[in-house]
């Protein structure tokens, strides 16, 4: 999700406290992103795909929210999100608040179908921070 930046917000980010404004107000939207994507990721394998949820902070006006599961050494959240095999590419198969389909399921359907946790999620808070930012940003503007 990116904030598009208007000639009033760059004019605001020109200035030493608009900055830390932006930078404020950008902090508590991750929280509300944070909150819907722990709704939305599945447990995954062993349960380390909702366990392994992070922000990481990329300057004072990016945050990225992610999770860093792994198994066998590999990044295996793409494969939950995307899908595998002849799923790969399918139609989202939803939220579930369950285990992945993985393990013998995986093998005999051909793949894993796609769990679009990351899109929902966006979809989900797109307004709600559009929103947040507006009515937190507006005095300053």
Do not use: C, W
């Amino acid at each position: 999700m990116n904030l598009v930046v208007t000639k009033k917000l760059g004019k605001l980010l020109e200035t030493t406290n608009g900055r830390k404004y932006v930078s404020d107000a950008l902090e508590a939207t991750q929280l509300i992103v944070l909150n819907e994507y722990k709704k939305q990721t599945p447990m995954g394998f062993t349960g380390e795909l909702k366990g392994q949820i992070k922000v990481i902070k990329n300057g004072a006006l990016e945050y990225k929210v992610t999770t860093t599961a792994t198994n066998k050494g590999k990044p295996y959240p793409i494969y939950i999100h995307e899908g595998t095999g002849r799923l790969k590419g399918a139609r989202d198969y939803g939220y579930t608040s369950g285990y992945t389909r993985s393990g013998t399921v995986a093998r005999n359907s051909g793949g894993i179908r796609p769990n679009k946790f990351a899109t929902r999620t966006v979809e989900a808070k797109k307004d709600d921070v559009k929103n947040f930012m507006i009515k937190t940003l507006r005095p300053y503007l």
